[in-house]
């Protein structure tokens, strides 16, 4: 499917992203939400691991109805996917879920079986970053979970900001958050999270570069255990 055209330039998008920085950090995420969906009404989107439904459910209250983008890597634990599953069951969403050009049988045979092992990056660009790049043609701006206090480097991450690689506004309603505001809503209004979390797990990704985390750890210490490797190219 051909994106529509956007009505705004990369410029004015820009310009809009650098005001709304300013203008909506001290601001609730429901506010800054709400904003977004007034702003960019159906070129918005939110972007969910399934780590849990947190941005989710605080963007269906600000827009129902409102699309909600999975990326399905081929690699992913059962429980994530059951957690995608339920959110579509019963939140007011558009669940859309993105898969790789290839298969993981296909890159297995054109690149080896086990890349993600000898070439993580490489891995994460065929079976994240290349799929979102695509899946977000359409929208002006997409909503992430990003939290300044999960790792050094998210610490400035902005409410709102400018995502130069795919020339969108990125929007992080939660980044001034702390795992402790998190695990209050969710107590509050009974939201959706990966079984994992509850196993030792603080942060969820695919199987095969996922651990659970030691005493100590921040909460990206179990992706990519052992490596250089913080992030996986979505957010930088």
Partial sequence: MTAVR?????????????RA???LEEASAPSVLTWAAETFGPRFCVTSSMEDAVVAHLASRAFPGVDV????????????????????????VN?????????????????????HDRDPDLCCALRKVKPLEEG?????AWATGLRRDESPTRADTPVVGWDE??????V??????????????????????????????ASVGCAPCTRRVLEGEDARAGRWAG????????HG
């Fill in 6 to 18: 956007s009505p705004r330039t990369g410029d004015e998008l820009k310009r809009l992203a650098e």
């Fill in 21 to 23: 920085g300013r203008d």
């Fill in 69 to 92: 983008v999975f990326l399905d890597t081929g690699y992913h634990f059962p429980e994530t996917i059951g957690t995608r599953d339920a959110v579509a069951a019963v939140m007011d």
């Fill in 95 to 115: 669940l859309i879920t993105l898969t790789p050009r290839r298969s993981v049988e296909e890159q297995d045979a054109e690149y080896g079986p086990r890349l």
């Fill in 136 to 140: 977000l043609a359409g929208y002006d």
């Fill in 165 to 170: 690689k795919r020339q969108k506004v990125k």
């Fill in 172 to 201: 992080s309603p939660i980044a001034r958050w702390t795992q402790a505001d998190v695990d209050a809503y969710v107590a509050e209004h009974g939201v959706l999270t990966n079984p994992l979390l509850m196993d030792g797990y």
């Fill in 227 to 234: 490596r250089a490797k913080t992030e996986c190219g979505l």
